[in-house]
């Protein structure tokens, strides 16, 4: 089909032109000079991508999935004991990783579509008398969900159990999109990967670490050697790497940095809630339901869209690509087969979520879905401007 396809899912994202330009050019010397200075310039844009001055960040050739791993393994041991939220597919996940290193994972369970319950985690910390809980975990962005949770009153919720617990936070869908703030909402690891808001391929697993985390892994047992940070923390305050590193990718994060830094993070994480509330708004036009139903939860990149009743979101989302070739995010989890994801996240402007929209509300009405042409795309221009 002629024309660019609509990559509409909620990561990978698009790679902008200037991106990709960075990534082309000939491989360098990853133990000389120009490399050196290539490493230290991207752990010091990730502090402030990270909001923060106190920790130390490293960056593996992965993705986010060993994100989760080098966490685990780096703050932890078999027989430990971890409080973890689940409450989308991913935070499952993470939880999962945590299990099959012999961690000991105490679950608050809540439904699909909620965020984290701070009263429920600093409830629970405080019955942990002997103060066995090791860590909370927690998804800041879940991805199947389209719930944003509030990081800050987890923290509070923690100090006002007195409790020593390691925060281990996941914002592979938020960072560089959502306000993240590493060090004053005192988290201990914050992990991420590179294709969602930092608007690279895939291909790097990247971990914000703290001090009360460095000394954890001073003592942690797990298993762990490609994913131990401890030589890359090492390595890195040289401009270097313990193997071989993702070379190109470092060149993209490097102008992907300065793309960010030049828009301003205040003015990405406006631009983000702009979009979402303009793409909740056509939602909303075309009769259907967001399955977040708390509004100071909405996710600023990405809205999961519940589909009418016997309506198959798999089967929506495959026509929709047969049709356009616009790709949606399947419903993953506890809700697939009812879901789809609209993903507004990266190097998006409004121009480029209209175009999405228009494709889904063509789609919906030919899969059956009674919607009036325009209503949603009406909506979204409406939104976009009073914003």
């Known amino acids: 089909m002629p024309g660019r396809p609509f990559l509409a899912i909620p990561g990978p994202t698009l790679v902008p032109e200037r991106?990709?330009?960075?990534?082309?050019?000939?491989?360098?010397?990853?133990?000389?000079?120009?490399?050196?200075?290539?490493?230290?310039?991207?752990?010091?844009?990730?502090?402030?991508?990270?909001?923060?001055?106190?920790?130390?960040?490293?960056?593996?050739?992965?993705?986010?999935?060993?994100?989760?791993?080098?966490?685990?393994?780096?703050?932890?041991?078999?027989?430990?004991?971890?409080?973890?939220?689940?409450?989308?597919?991913?935070?499952?996940?993470?939880?999962?990783?945590?299990?099959?290193?012999?961690?000991?994972?105490?679950?608050?369970?809540v439904p699909y579509g909620a965020g984290v319950p701070a009263a429920e985690v600093e409830a629970r910390l405080r019955a942990d008398a002997a103060r066995e809980i090791r860590a909370v975990l927690v998804v800041?962005?879940?991805?199947?969900?389209?719930?944003?949770?509030?990081?800050?009153?987890?923290?509070?919720?923690?100090?006002r159990a007195g409790h020593p617990a390691l925060l281990l936070v996941d914002t592979v869908s938020s960072l560089a999109s959502i306000d993240f703030r590493f060090d004053a909402w005192g988290v201990d690891v914050a992990l991420t990967g590179p294709q969602k808001g930092l608007m690279l391929p895939p291909g790097m697993a990247i971990v914000a670490v703290s001090e009360r985390a460095v000394t954890a892994s001073e003592k942690a047992k797990c298993p762990r050697s490609y994913w131990d940070w401890r030589p890359v923390f090492e390595r890195n305050r040289r401009g270097q790497y313990p193997y071989t590193?993702?070379?190109?990718?470092?060149?993209?994060l490097r102008e992907a940095i300065a793309m960010l830094e030049e828009e301003g993070l205040a003015n990405v994480f406006a631009r983000h809630?702009?979009?979402?509330?303009?793409?909740?708004?056509?939602?909303?036009?075309?009769?259907?339901?967001?399955?977040?139903?708390?509004?100071?939860?909405?996710?600023?990149?990405?809205?999961?869209?519940?589909?009418?009743?016997?309506?198959?979101s798999d089967g929506f989302i495959a026509h929709a690509y047969r049709r356009l070739e616009l790709s949606l995010g399947i419903g993953l989890g506890d809700v697939k087969g009812t879901v789809f994801r609209i993903g507004h996240l990266g190097a998006l402007n409004e121009?480029?979520?209209?175009?999405?929209?228009?494709?889904?509300?063509?789609?919906?009405?030919?899969?059956?879905?009674?919607?009036?042409?325009?209503?949603g795309v009406g909506a979204a221009q409406e939104s976009l401007l009073s914003a």
Not at 245 to 252: E, I, K, V
Not at 292 to 312: F, I, K, Q
Not at 351 to 375: F, I, Q, T
């Open 273 to 312: 809630a702009r979009l979402a509330a303009a793409c909740r708004s056509a939602v909303r036009a075309w009769g259907l339901d967001i399955l977040c139903r708390n509004p100071a939860e909405h996710s600023s990149t990405l809205t999961a869209v519940v589909m009418p009743p016997g309506r198959d």
């Open 351 to 375: 121009l480029d979520l209209l175009g999405s929209l228009a494709g889904v509300e063509m789609m919906l009405r030919e899969y059956g879905v009674p919607v009036r042409p325009g209503a």
């Open 245 to 252: 590193p993702a070379t190109m990718l470092l060149f993209g």
């Open 19 to 109: 991106i990709v330009r960075a990534m082309s050019q000939p491989i360098i010397d990853h133990r000389g000079p120009r490399f050196e200075a290539l490493v230290r310039d991207c752990l010091e844009g990730l502090k402030r991508v990270f909001q923060t001055e106190r920790g130390q960040v490293a960056l593996f050739p992965g993705s986010g999935t060993g994100a989760w791993e080098a966490t685990i393994v780096n703050t932890l041991s078999p027989g430990d004991r971890v409080l973890a939220v689940i409450n989308g597919y991913f935070s499952t996940g993470f939880a999962r990783t945590a299990a099959s290193f012999g961690v000991e994972v105490e679950r608050i369970e």
């Open 140 to 159: 800041h962005n879940e991805t199947s969900t389209g719930v944003t949770s509030d990081i800050a009153a987890v923290r509070t919720a923690m100090d």
